[in-house]
């Protein structure tokens, strides 16, 4: 089990490297480590898995069921779909089947449902019907006026993004997977039959290499000498609303889609959140995470159409991720077999739901390009903490409590997560390295106060762990 | 082994801050029976815990914040009432049943009455919807008081404080302590909103420029704040570098156990809607304190809790009728709230509201009105300042006509 984040790199030659663990490249890199035989290294610029688009996203398990017919994006969708809710149940990402309705606001918009519906059929999707305004307003009394139709899609469901990532790339590193962390690749020079990666680091070297950058997979194929693709960011900006809210919306609300993309959604969250947005704006800036006060009023208008109660709500956060947007509809997966390397790039607004697909069909792409990947084994069993709100908080758990009083000392009042669930945090195989991170772990911090009762203590409990110690 | 516990006790009360703990001490000193005292955080006193300035207390004591809840604390436990700290009321299990947990586990605790005293919290920045990057550095003033006061933190290096009410001059004194210079304090409004001497003292001796009418429109810097871009009312912009940002002010009143019960809030306050006997919607249930309105002195909600405690006695001892509610109370703007703000038949009346202003209003004349029928006419003589107190009479209470509208209550 092995975690690094600072100091050399290991000598020895990887068989595979991963460039990037965000939910790509940690699913990726849980795949290989199905394969024991494989020495595996994943490789990541910043101090901890998933900070990248992975952790800002809209958290949506989609069915695949409005993908461009035919296109890997929807073979991947659909397979990593069914694939991950499996995954979810086994080692318990917080899932919900809610349920998505594609809400006509206008005449339009309503002759579109019968053609959207057609799409889904032809992506292999039959489960949508077509609802009228009365069947819609009883489904969600809460909808703003006007609405005249929608199309539901009962299998879009809501996940946690923060565990899906987590649980890939800790089920890597206890099938043993090397995790190197602060430690972004800035150049990879052919040696023979290895790579040899510069890194902040140091040099790490590796037989096959999976290029799962993300908004950098542009730069680290042009390390490769590919020049296939650009990556634009496109940066969506979102609204997150108290659990006061969670009242007011029962299904995924979508909005009927443009060629901009899939539009301003209003969704609960399994934490019992409601989101709204994201915004779709083309920006030249990959770091360009910040919310504007453009995308917010924006945000808030679209809101108040689709459910004016919403707006009476408290904001919890405000937060903005980047899409990885290449100029196509589609991925921009690619093998090199002159190189014994692997792109999984532009895997822009689907890459959460389609991660596991990806990572299996991106193992294919491996062996097609010759890494020898012998044969699958079980993974050890992993369970993750339950974050949902359809999950009993340990604290209100008599069992648990009188086994560890730790689980009782509650110490985020908001989201209730007592200093048992901090401490197991900090101990785990992937241990959080910020405020940042440790509420992601537990949703301490994440709630209505946002730090203010909690924030000084859960830095005291981060600064006395002994991962930071060891940092 | 998943079942709670259960006891019951003769009066609940929520929060062991100034307002709980001056309700439980009465209650339990005027023998109310088994009155018990529950707060989330391991140590009692609510806010005053993490305010280190001398503020506190009866005029001319200047207590600290940990002097006075301690004090608090000890008469609560000297009168006989029972004070279980690190013990979070989750929600409720009946009218007058909650649910809680701590280290020794969930409980479920039946209360003849329960008394709401939770306070307030200070809105973050998010929900002020500020726009921007999201980086380390950003904090309300009860967290600087936290990481400063409690925990010994550093607090950065050039802070600057959003908000000129007393509170946002608590945060300077914060900062001052952990050896933060703060390089300005940031108002929309024209003025500071402290006592002159105050706000003169922090400007020429504390030498913090006090930037007037303008607004922070965007955060800046990852992954530490470097700076925020501001935009003066007459579209001026600028950008003020810094390493740490203080939103002050902006509370809200923390109602979401009353939320949770279905308990009436008021659209002003926020906060539970209550009668000059601090009765809420539900028969049994008293609120006190900040979760009426955030946020007064500590005197102010000890105050409070004390007048509560009488209330809470009748109806120990009292024939038990809730009164239903009668008319409520309205403010029009630049008022923005009003509390009490629900009248019942057999409230005291000798009682005082307390009201909030948007705006400076210079000696206002407060008109107190129901259905076109004017109930009560005053001059404040000083001005009205937004977040602090402007007190009107009770005095009318007696005309109002419970079968009327709103008694609408506005600035002429
Ligand atoms: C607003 C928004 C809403 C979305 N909604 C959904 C949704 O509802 N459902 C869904 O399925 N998908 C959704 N997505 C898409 C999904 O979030 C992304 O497809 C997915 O997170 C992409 O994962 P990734 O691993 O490719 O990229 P990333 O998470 O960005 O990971 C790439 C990683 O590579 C690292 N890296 C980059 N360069 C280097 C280097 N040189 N060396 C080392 N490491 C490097 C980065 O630090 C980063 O951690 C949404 C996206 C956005 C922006
Ligand atoms: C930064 C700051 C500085 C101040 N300075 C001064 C000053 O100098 N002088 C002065 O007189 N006043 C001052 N005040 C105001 C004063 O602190 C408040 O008016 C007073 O604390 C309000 O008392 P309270 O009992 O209503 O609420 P609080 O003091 O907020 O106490 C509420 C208590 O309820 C607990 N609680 C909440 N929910 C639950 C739950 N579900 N379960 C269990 N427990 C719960 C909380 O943990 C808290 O301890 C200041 C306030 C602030 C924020």
Same mark, same amino acid.
């Given at each position: 089990?092995?975690?690094?984040?600072?100091?050399?790199?290991?000598?020895?030659?990887?068989?595979?490297?991963?460039?990037?663990?965000?939910?790509?490249?940690?699913?990726?890199?849980?795949?290989?480590?199905?394969?024991?035989?494989?020495?595996?290294?994943?490789?990541?610029?910043?101090?901890?898995?998933?900070?990248?688009?992975?952790?800002?996203?809209?958290?949506?398990?989609?069915?695949?069921?409005?993908?461009?017919?035919?296109?890997?994006?929807?073979?991947?969708?659909?397979?990593?779909?069914?694939?991950?809710?499996?995954?979810?149940?086994?080692?318990?990402?917080?899932?919900? #089947? /809610?349920?998505? $309705?594609?809400?006509?606001?206008?005449?339009?918009?309503?002759? #579109?449902?019968?053609?959207?519906? +057609?799409?889904?059929?032809?992506?292999?999707?039959?489960?949508?019907? $077509?609802?009228?305004?009365?069947?819609?307003?009883?489904?969600?009394?809460?909808?703003?006026?006007?609405?005249?139709?929608?199309?539901?899609?009962?299998?879009?469901?809501?996940?946690?993004?923060?565990?899906?990532?987590?649980?890939?790339?800790?089920?890597?590193?206890?099938?043993?997977?090397?995790?190197?962390?602060?430690?972004?690749?800035?150049?990879?020079?052919?040696? +023979?039959?290895?790579?040899?990666?510069?890194?902040?680091?140091?040099?790490?070297?590796?037989?096959?290499?999976?290029?799962?950058?993300?908004?950098?997979?542009?730069?680290?194929?042009?390390?490769?000498?590919?020049?296939?693709?650009?990556?634009?960011?496109?940066?969506?900006?979102?609204?997150?609303?108290?659990?006061?809210?969670?009242?007011?919306?029962?299904?995924?609300?979508?909005?009927?889609?443009?060629?901009?993309?899939?539009?301003?959604?209003?969704?609960?969250?399994?934490?019992?959140? /409601?989101?709204?947005?994201?915004?779709?704006?083309?920006?030249?800036?990959?770091?360009?995470?910040?919310?504007?006060?453009?995308?917010?009023?924006?945000?808030?208008?679209?809101?108040?159409?689709?459910?004016?109660?919403?707006?009476?709500?408290?904001?919890?956060?405000?937060?903005?991720?980047?899409?990885?947007?290449?100029?196509?509809?589609?991925? #921009?997966?690619?093998?090199?077999?002159?190189?014994?390397?692997?792109?999984?790039?532009?895997?822009?607004?689907?890459?959460?739901?389609?991660?596991? +697909?990806?990572?299996?069909?991106?193992?294919?792409?491996?062996?097609?390009?010759?890494?020898?990947?012998?044969?699958?084994?079980?993974?050890?069993?992993?369970?993750?903490?339950?974050?949902?709100?359809?999950?009993?908080?340990?604290?209100?758990?008599?069992?648990?409590?009188?086994?560890?009083?730790?689980?009782?000392?509650?110490?985020?009042?908001?989201?209730?997560?007592?200093?048992?669930?901090?401490?197991?945090?900090?101990?785990?195989?992937?241990?959080?390295?910020?405020?940042?991170?440790?509420?992601?772990?537990?949703?301490? +911090?994440?709630?209505?106060?946002?730090?203010?009762?909690?924030?000084?203590?859960?830095?005291? $409990?981060?600064?006395?762990?002994?991962?930071?110690?060891?940092? | 082994?998943?079942?709670?516990?259960?006891?019951?006790?003769?009066?609940?009360?929520?929060?062991?801050?100034?307002?709980?703990?001056?309700?439980?001490?009465?209650?339990?000193?005027?023998?109310?029976?088994?009155?018990?005292?529950?707060?989330?955080?391991?140590?009692?006193?609510?806010? &005053?815990?993490?305010?280190?300035?001398? *503020?506190?207390?009866?005029?001319?004591?200047?207590?600290?914040?940990?002097?006075?809840?301690?004090?608090?604390?000890?008469?609560?436990?000297? %009168?006989?009432?029972?004070?279980?700290?690190?013990?979070?009321?989750? *929600?409720?299990?009946? &009218?007058?049943?909650?649910?809680?947990?701590?280290?020794?586990?969930?409980?479920? @605790?039946?209360?003849?009455? =329960?008394?709401?005293?939770? *306070?307030?919290?200070?809105?973050?920045?998010?929900?002020?919807?500020?726009?921007?990057?999201?980086?380390?550095?950003?904090?309300?003033?009860?967290?600087?008081?936290?990481?400063?006061?409690?925990?010994?933190?550093?607090?950065?290096?050039?802070?600057?404080?959003?908000?000129?009410?007393? =509170?946002?001059?608590?945060?300077?004194?914060?900062?001052?302590?952990?050896?933060?210079?703060?390089? %300005?304090?940031?108002?929309? !409004?024209?003025?500071?909103?402290?006592?002159?001497?105050?706000?003169?003292?922090?400007?020429?001796?504390?030498?913090?420029? !006090?930037?007037?009418?303008?607004? =922070?429109?965007?955060?800046?810097?990852?992954?530490?704040?470097?700076?925020?871009?501001?935009?003066?009312?007459?579209?001026?912009?600028?950008?003020?570098?810094?390493?740490?940002?203080?939103?002050?002010?902006?509370?809200?009143?923390?109602? =979401?156990?009353?939320?949770?019960?279905? @308990?009436?809030?008021?659209?002003?306050?926020?906060?539970?809607?209550?009668?000059?006997?601090?009765?809420?919607?539900?028969?049994?249930?008293?609120?006190? *304190?900040?979760?009426?309105?955030?946020?007064?002195?500590?005197?102010?909600?000890?105050?409070?809790?004390?007048?509560?405690?009488?209330?809470?006695?009748?109806?120990?001892?009292? &024939?038990?009728?809730?009164?239903?509610?009668?008319?409520?109370?309205?403010?029009?703007?630049?008022?923005?709230? @009003?509390?009490?703000?629900?009248?019942?038949?057999?409230?005291?009346?000798?009682?005082?509201? !307390?009201?909030?202003?948007?705006?400076? !209003?210079?000696?206002?004349?407060?008109?107190?009105?129901?259905?076109?029928?004017?109930?009560?006419?005053?001059?404040?003589?000083?001005?009205?300042? &937004?977040?602090?107190?402007?007190?009107?009479?009770?005095?009318?209470? %007696?005309?109002?006509?419970?079968?009327?509208?709103?008694?609408?209550?506005?600035?002429?």
């Amino acid at each position: 089990m092995t975690v690094t984040s600072s100091g050399p790199l290991p000598e020895e030659t990887y068989d595979v490297a991963v460039i990037g663990a965000g939910v790509v490249g940690a699913a990726i890199a849980r795949e290989l480590a199905r394969h024991r035989g494989l020495r595996i290294a994943l490789v990541e610029a910043a101090e901890d898995v998933g900070e990248g688009t992975s952790k800002a996203n809209t958290a949506i398990l989609h069915t695949g069921f409005d993908a461009a017919p035919g296109s890997l994006d929807a073979r991947l969708t659909a397979d990593g779909s069914r694939r991950l809710a499996r995954y979810a149940a086994e080692v318990g990402i917080p899932v919900e #089947r /809610v349920g998505a $309705l594609l809400v006509a606001w206008d005449a339009e918009q309503l002759a #579109r449902l019968p053609e959207l519906a +057609g799409k889904a059929e032809r992506n292999g999707y039959h489960d949508t019907r $077509l609802l009228d305004a009365d069947e819609l307003h009883a489904l969600e009394p809460r909808l703003g006026p006007g609405a005249l139709g929608a199309l539901e899609v009962p299998g879009e469901s809501i996940i946690c993004p923060w565990t899906t990532t987590l649980a890939y790339a800790t089920h890597a590193v206890l099938a043993g997977t090397d995790l190197h962390l602060n430690c972004p690749v800035n150049g990879i020079r052919q040696d +023979g039959d290895r790579h040899e990666l510069s890194c902040a680091r140091g040099r790490l070297s590796a037989r096959y290499l999976v290029n799962a950058a993300g908004l950098s997979a542009d730069t680290v194929d042009a390390m490769l000498g590919h020049h296939d693709f650009t990556v634009t960011p496109r940066r969506g900006q979102l609204i997150v609303f108290d659990t006061f809210a969670g009242d007011l919306v029962r299904h995924i609300l979508l909005p009927v889609p443009t060629a901009l993309g899939k539009g301003v959604l209003v969704a609960p969250t399994v934490y019992g959140n /409601v989101l709204l947005g994201p915004t779709a704006e083309d920006l030249p800036d990959k770091r360009a995470t910040e919310s504007t006060a453009g995308g917010l009023a924006a945000l808030t208008g679209k809101g108040r159409r689709i459910l004016p109660a919403l707006l009476d709500e408290e904001v919890t956060a405000v937060y903005a991720g980047l899409r990885a947007a290449t100029g196509q509809d589609d991925y #921009r997966i690619r093998a090199h077999p002159e190189q014994r390397a692997v792109t999984a790039g532009g895997i822009r607004s689907t890459g959460l739901t389609a991660s596991m +697909g990806i990572a299996a069909h991106v193992t294919g792409l491996l062996a097609e390009v010759g890494l020898d990947l012998g044969a699958a084994g079980e993974l050890p069993p992993l369970r993750m903490p339950p974050l949902g709100r359809t999950a009993a908080r340990p604290c209100r758990q008599s069992g648990l409590v009188a086994a560890d009083p730790e689980y009782g000392t509650v110490v985020c009042h908001c989201e209730l997560v007592s200093r048992g669930e901090i401490r197991d945090a900090l101990a785990a195989p992937v241990p959080p390295r910020s405020p940042a991170g440790l509420r992601r772990r537990t949703r301490a +911090g994440a709630g209505r106060c946002q730090g203010a009762w909690c924030g000084a203590a859960l830095r005291d $409990l981060l600064e006395r762990s002994p991962v930071r110690e060891g940092v | 082994m998943n079942e709670p516990s259960a006891r019951s006790v003769d009066v609940l009360v929520v929060g062991a801050g100034p307002a709980g703990l001056a309700a439980a001490t009465r209650l339990a000193a005027r023998g109310a029976g088994r009155v018990l005292v529950l707060d989330r955080e391991q140590q009692p006193g609510g806010v &005053p815990r993490h305010c280190e300035q001398r *503020g506190f207390g009866p005029p001319g004591r200047w207590w600290t914040g940990p002097e006075y809840a301690a004090r608090a604390a000890e008469a609560a436990v000297g %009168a006989g009432a029972e004070l279980s700290c690190g013990t979070t009321a989750l *929600g409720w299990a009946g &009218p007058t049943t909650l649910d809680t947990t701590g280290p020794q586990g969930p409980e479920r @605790i039946t209360a003849r009455t =329960v008394v709401l005293a939770t *306070g307030a919290r200070e809105r973050p920045r998010s929900a002020r919807l500020v726009p921007g990057t999201r980086p380390a550095g950003v904090l309300t003033t009860g967290e600087l008081q936290q990481t400063v006061h409690l925990y010994g933190q550093q607090a950065g290096r050039r802070a600057v404080v959003v908000g000129a009410e007393p =509170v946002a001059y608590v945060a300077l004194d914060a900062l001052r302590r952990a050896g933060t210079e703060t390089v %300005a304090m940031v108002t929309g !409004l024209p003025r500071s909103q402290a006592h002159a001497a105050r706000a003169q003292w922090a400007r020429l001796v504390g030498r913090v420029p !006090l930037l007037t009418g303008a607004e =922070v429109v965007e955060v800046l810097g990852r992954p530490r704040l470097t700076g925020l871009r501001l935009r003066r009312h007459d579209g001026r912009g600028a950008v003020l570098a810094c390493d740490t940002v203080v939103f002050t002010g902006d509370f809200t009143p923390d109602q =979401v156990l009353a939320r949770q019960g279905g @308990i009436a809030l008021d659209a002003g306050t926020r906060g539970p809607a209550v009668d000059a006997a601090f009765r809420t919607s539900h028969p049994g249930v008293f609120a006190v *304190g900040s979760v009426l309105h955030a946020a007064e002195s500590a005197r102010v909600a000890a105050h409070e809790g004390a007048l509560a405690a009488r209330s809470v006695l009748c109806h120990l001892t009292g &024939p038990g009728r809730w009164p239903t509610a009668g008319a409520t109370v309205r403010v029009e703007p630049p008022l923005r709230w @009003i509390a009490p703000n629900r009248l019942t038949a057999g409230a005291p009346t000798a009682c005082t509201f !307390l009201l909030r202003t948007d705006r400076f !209003l210079a000696r206002p004349l407060l008109r107190v009105s129901q259905d076109g029928r004017t109930l009560h006419c005053e001059r404040l003589h000083r001005t009205a300042v &937004p977040g602090r107190p402007v007190p009107l009479s009770g005095t009318w209470t %007696a005309q109002v006509d419970q079968e009327g509208g709103a008694v609408r209550v506005e600035v002429d």
